[in-house]
């Protein structure tokens, strides 16, 4: 079993940048699949991206293509949202996730983070 803890979230101006951090701890395997959601309040959870960890693969919702970017430090099994060029409308709760990478069904969660962009 896999524990994720969110960090880095906080408040900033449209245009700014933010890095959000996930923490990975328990039991891990290179057959895992990493994402970050992201909820809106009054709105349903959504997909952000996800990096697969053995290969680094990649994937993002076509809302934030171009301006942010995951990775992964294995050594720190950390995951990270680099979220650049910030919109209001990238204010959300946002969440990190794991699934197997056998799977579609992303069974651990943390607790999430609140990114808040001011105009």
């Known amino acids: 079993q896999v524990q994720l803890v969110e960090s880095g979230g906080g408040l900033v101006q449209a245009g700014d940048s933010l890095r959000l951090s996930c923490a990975a701890s328990g039991r891990t395997s290179s057959y895992l699949v990493m994402g970050w959601f992201r909820q809106a309040p009054g709105k349903e959870r959504e997909f952000v991206a996800g990096i697969n960890w053995s290969g680094g693969s990649t994937s993002y919702a076509d809302s934030v293509k171009g301006r942010f970017t995951i990775s992964r430090d294995k050594p720190k099994n950390t995951v990270y949202l680099q979220m650049n060029s910030l919109k209001p409308e990238d204010t959300a709760v946002y969440y990190c996730?794991?699934?197997?990478?056998?799977?579609?069904?992303?069974?651990?969660w943390g607790q999430g983070t609140q990114v808040t962009v001011s105009s």
């Open positions: 996730a794991s699934r197997s990478i056998t799977s579609m069904n992303y069974s651990y």
